[in-house]
Structure formats: structure tokens, C-alpha cells
């Protein structure tokens, strides 16, 4: 994965387009026409177009990947390229950015795309009991102004040289101002793709649009069709059968069976992808750190990745900066499995043993159910008893997670470091799914903010690496693994020599970068 430095960033403006370029095989190959059929899992009876409720595969692929645009677009290579947005400049501070719109692009009714989109837009995030992830995002723009119709300048409250990359969060859609509601309702966006029927929690069909700003590069298929198949083994057989052309998230108890058979071929991506078991540090015992450093040697990563991973992956150190990120600290010591370890936090606790409940469901991540049976073995030892829940997949990500003290997760990591932070770990953010704040780590917070905004690397590394020390030696989130995106694809499709590794399924986006071979 590519990476662009901050003070790169700053400069990038004016030649998006030659950094989408960059990296990227040439797709003479690549065809118009057909219809791509995905099985995805994600998906959920709520969902909706409103981007500030997404938060799996089956809407970003559905809404980001295919319906809608957002202002920046992070390219298959890690590099960023603009999307609504042409180009964009910052002052040398990176406090003030203006981001220069594309013209002639319209909304699937028929409006002009504009600044007051974008504004209008923006602002959902932070209206009042708005939930959005991407809340933190906009909630630190201080000022937006439209400076013409096709010009908008944001001001921040701090410099932050990764911004433009912040503009590329998957709950950022741009919806045409003035008619949100009917957007939403609907599916309105300015995406290559015409919402025909979405059915929440079933399926979506969408036809390609013609004569779309993104002219033929991208765009492929004529139709596409989202179904959602939530269960693996139904996701498998359905791929086996040719009822769909390609699923996410194969399950490895039986990626054999898809390897034998000729029509179908494995992709396997190496990215950020975090498997979890956050713990709400404001929720007693948990807030004890020495219980959640009981809790960190008490279990066992290699087993983890050997067992529930099957080697698609690597040993996570419970920071959520992974391999594809620009200042992962891959040189940090590794925590390893030690009961004697845990007895010992244990007695630093005041406890000659725990008794805790773990909530988990495959809805979280394929083999969490198994994953939390290998950490009670192995806590056990330590004296750590767990008692499994078993929680039902269905309103898992509703009612489990963000609620249960101590739950599985997963995350697809984020392509920038501050980007992760703020999203889960800075102190009163709507995804601080472990309440991780100042009274666990005042330094903690105290280096998101410096480290946001400043510009020379070498410093900036320093912070970053400290962040992950913090986070590996007190946080209230264990990361036990990092599972690579592996995912099947009929050999009906094509794709591009390199693949996007942020999120599933070519960071969603299969809709506008694969084609019928």
C-alpha cells in the first residue's frame, strides 16, 4: 500500500488525478456490459440510504460503492484521488482547506451538483442527536463557506494535514440540498449507479447511468444486483451454485470446497482488518487496569490466528495501527500469552480470580463464537472465568455492541493513523466502542491532538508510537489478530492487478472497478 506523507498531502491537491493514476494497472481489458450478482453479508432490516447509519460491507458497497459520492475517494493502491471534489488546497498550516468541485455533475434527478450540497451534506452529521461515526469528522470544522458554486473553504479548529483523506469516510455521501429527505428515501445520489428497488436487509438492484462524469473508467457492469446473505454457509452455496458471481467474507472451515472448483477463485487481501473483543473501560471491573491487563495476557493470539484464522492473517498487539498504515510500530514488544501474568494483575486488582461475561455472535466476525471459546480455555488457566453469551446475529451491531460491557467486534482499520484514533478512540466519540477517555490515559488524548497536527514525520512517528504503547499496554480493547479480506469471485469476473485493502470487497467498490470477462 502506498503512502502519502502529510506534507505531501498538502501539495496533492492540484494533481488528484495524477495520483489515481499512479500505482494502478492499465484496464485496456475491461469491458462494458453484464450484470454483477454479490452476496454480502453486513446487512441489516434497518439499514437505509442515510450514510450516518452505515456501518458494514452491504451499505458501503451498496451507497458509497456503487449510489453515491463523497468528496474524496481513497484508490485501490492506498493513494487518494478526488471524487466530487477536482482538486483542493490548504493554507500552510493546514487549518484552512478549499476544495474546488467538479462541474457538470448531476444528482439521478436531475439537479445540479454544488457547494450547497456539500455543506448542507456535511452538516447532517453534526444536527442535533445525530449518531454518525463520522460526527468527530465534521464536528471539527469550525467554519464552512461556499466561495462560489462550484468552491467550498473549511476551516478547522486545528491543522490537520490528513483532511482530505477524512472527506473519503463512508458516511460522508453527498446528498443534493434541499431534497436529503427524498434522497434518502430513495437513493438519490450522484453515484454510477441508479438506484431500481432496494429492499432493507434483502437486496438492491441498480442500473449503470449513462453519460456519468466518470466517463468510461469506471463503471463497467449494466446492472448490479446486492443480495444479502448474511450466513456464510448460504453465502458459499450460493456462489457454488452460480446464484451469485462474488461473496465477501468466506468462511475458512471450507475455502477447500471453493478452491476445487475451477469457476471460482480466492482473493486474498492483506489490510488493517481487526478482529476484537472491546471492553467498556468506564463499566466496572473493566475499569481497572490491572484487570484489563489480566485480560491481555490471559489470551492467546498465535492459537487465535492458527485456529480462527487458519494463517490468513497476523498476531494483533491490541492497537488498532495495522499493517497498512504509514507508522505502524511493528518493532513494539509483543504482548504474548502468560497465566501467571494474569494471576498477577489479578492480585494487583485485590482478586484471586474474575468471573465475566463475553457476548459474541459470527454476526461480529466469521469464528467469533469459536474465538471466544479459545480465549475462556485459555484465560481459564489464568483465572479468568468467562462465561460465554452466545447473541443472536440478527440487531447484534444494535443491541450488543456499544452496549454489553465486554462483546466481539471487528474493524476495517482506517488508511490513516489519526483517522483510526478519532473515529474509536478519541475521548466522547459515538464509535468509542471501549469509552477509552482521559481518566484511562489523559497522554493518550493529549498526543491525538498534537500529533493531528503536526507536520514533521520523524515527530509524528514518535507520537504515533507512543499512542500504541499506551493502547498495548492500558487500553480497553483487545486485538488479538489482524485477518486478511478474503473473499471468491466467479471467473466470470475480472478485476484490476491491485485490489483495495481499507475495506471488503475493493474497499467496496467492486461495482465501479470489476467487469464481466
Known amino acids: 500500500m502506498r503512502h502519502i506523507s502529510r506534507r505531501g498531502l498538502l501539495k496533492t491537491g492540484a494533481a488528484a488525478g495524477v495520483l489515481a493514476a499512479s500505482g494502478l494497472p492499465l484496464q485496456a481489458q475491461a469491458k462494458r456490459g453484464g450484470r454483477l450478482r454479490a452476496g454480502l453479508s453486513g446487512a441489516n432490516t434497518s439499514d437505509s440510504w442515510d450514510g450516518r447509519t452505515h456501518s458494514d460491507l452491504y451499505m458501503i458497497a451498496s451507497a458509497q460503492g456503487a449510489v453515491f459520492d463523497s468528496l474524496t475517494e481513497v484508490a485501490a493502491d492506498g493513494s487518494l484521488k478526488g471524487e466530487l471534489a477536482e482538486s483542493w488546497e490548504a493554507t500552510p498550516d493546514a487549518k484552512t482547506w478549499t476544495f474546488n468541485l467538479r462541474q457538470g455533475v448531476t444528482f439521478h434527478n436531475g439537479k445540479a451538483f454544488g457547494a450547497d450540497d456539500v455543506i448542507a451534506s456535511l452538516e447532517l ?21 461556499k466561495i462560489t458554486d462550484h468552491q467550498v473553504q473549511m476551516t478547522l479548529e486545528a491543522g490537520n494535514a490528513d483532511f482530505p483523506y477524512l472527506m473519503s469516510d463512508y458516511h460522508l455521501l453527498i446528498y443534493p440540498a434541499g431534497q436529503i429527505e427524498e434522497a434518502i428515501a430513495n437513493g438519490i445520489g450522484t453515484g454510477l449507479y441508479q438506484v431500481q428497488s432496494f429492499e432493507p436487509g434483502v437486496r438492491m438492484v441498480a442500473t449503470r447511468v449513462d453519460s456519468h462524469y466518470k466517463g468510461d473508467e469506471a463503471g463497467y457492469f ?7 446473505i448474511n450466513d456464510n454457509t448460504a453465502r458459499m452455496n450460493a456462489l457454488m451454485t452460480g446464484q451469485v458471481d462474488a461473496i465477501n467474507r468466506i468462511d475458512f472451515k471450507t475455502e477447500a470446497l471453493l478452491k476445487a472448483n475451477p469457476m471460482i477463485r480466492i482473493q486474498e487481501v492483506t489490510g488493517n482488518q481487526q ?50 498504515n504509514q507508522y505502524f510500530a511493528d518493532d513494539l514488544e509483543q504482548l504474548t500469552y502468560d497465566p501467571d501474568k494474569a494471576k498477577f494483575h489479578l492480585k494487583e486488582a485485590g482478586m484471586d480470580s474474575l468471573d465475566i461475561d463475553l457476548s459474541a455472535s459470527n454476526a461480529a466476525f466469521e469464528g467469533a463464537v469459536d474465538a471466544a471459546q479459545l480465549y475462556q480455555a485459555s484465560a481459564a488457566v489464568g483465572g479468568i472465568n468467562i462465561n460465554l453469551v452466545q447473541e443472536p446475529a440478527d440487531g447484534y451491531w444494535s443491541n450488543v455492541w456499544l452496549k454489553k460491557p465486554f462483546c466481539a467486534c471487528y474493524w476495517s482499520g482506517r488508511a490513516t493513523e489519526d483517522w483510526m484514533f478519532s473515529t474509536a478512540y478519541e475521548e466522547g466519540v459515538p464509535w468509542n466502542d471501549s469509552q477509552w ?8 488524548q ?15 512517528r514518535e507520537q504515533y508510537t507512543e499512542m500504541q504503547m499506551i493502547l498495548r499496554d492500558e487500553g480497553g480493547v ?20 491491485t485490489v483495495g485493502n481499507l475495506w471488503q470487497m475493493d474497499n467496496g467498490r467492486m461495482a465501479e472497478r470489476w467487469w464481466m470477462s
Open 125 to 145: 452529521h453534526v444536527a442535533e442527536g445525530s449518531k454518525s461515526a463520522a460526527q468527530p469528522i465534521v464536528a471539527a470544522i469550525s467554519e464552512m463557506k
Open 222 to 228: 449494466d446492472e448490479i444486483e446486492y443480495i444479502a
Open 478 to 497: 483487545i486485538i488479538p489478530m489482524f485477518a486478511n479480506y478474503v473473499q471468491a469471485v466467479s471467473t466470470k469476473v475480472q478485476n484490476p492487478e
Open 275 to 324: 478482529y476484537t473483543f472491546p471492553m467498556l473501560t468506564n463499566v466496572a471491573p473493566f475499569n481497572d487496569v490491572n484487570v484489563r491487563k489480566a485480560l491481555k495476557y490471559g489470551i492467546n493470539r498465535q492459537e487465535m490466528v492458527d485456529k480462527i484464522l487458519q494463517g490468513h492473517g497476523r498476531v494483533g498487539n491490541d492497537t488498532p495501527i495495522g499493517p497498512a
Open 437 to 444: 477517555g482521559s481518566e484511562d490515559s489523559a497522554r493518550f
Open 446 to 460: 493529549e498526543l491525538l491532538l498534537l500529533a493531528r497536527a503536526e507536520l514533521d514525520s520523524d515527530k509524528r
